[in-house]
């Protein structure tokens, strides 16, 4: 087979989808494992209670304006909280908190109960110890299969100087010593 007879990687200008096999949900989050990220915890109010649900998919998207993104599932409890204009805190935990970021992915009822947090400027719960958070509300909300994406503008942010507890594999890790660079 020459380069000629080779079908195109991607999908071309058209739309067409490349040739292959459909990824399993098990090899998908295998795959993406490999990929380390930080912990948080999304919180908001819906009506007279706060609520929270802890997110690894975060990302910052632009600095002017300033916006980040996180991704929800369609079935955490908590979405209904999540809606264009509202309010909300993303609480970037700090090393010590992974019994915070089980708290927040578990199915209990009052996810606060017990937990040290004070309030934004607009109520939304800011957990004690984050090693920051981003106070804003939500600008716009994308379709994206099983979960949405919350594009969302901060208006203040604070940063604590404790390290992030990462999330890796599947499990959620202390941080080590960085990685000094190689000099010459």
Known sequence: MTNADTPPLLPDRHGSRPPGGCVDSTSMRNTMGAFPSGVTVLT??????????TISSFASVS???PLLLQCVARTAGSLPAFRMGSPVAVNVLARDQAGLA???ASKVEDRFAGV???TDADGCPVLAGAAAWISGFIDRI?????HVILLIRAGSVHRSGSLPLLYYSGRMHDWSDTVRPVTS
């Open 142 to 146: 994308y379709d994206a299969g099983d």
């Open 116 to 118: 040290e947090f004070g």
């Open 63 to 65: 600095i002017d304006p």
């Open 102 to 104: 089980r708290r927040f």
């Open 44 to 53: 908001a109010r819906l009506g007279d209670r706060s609520v929270g649900v």
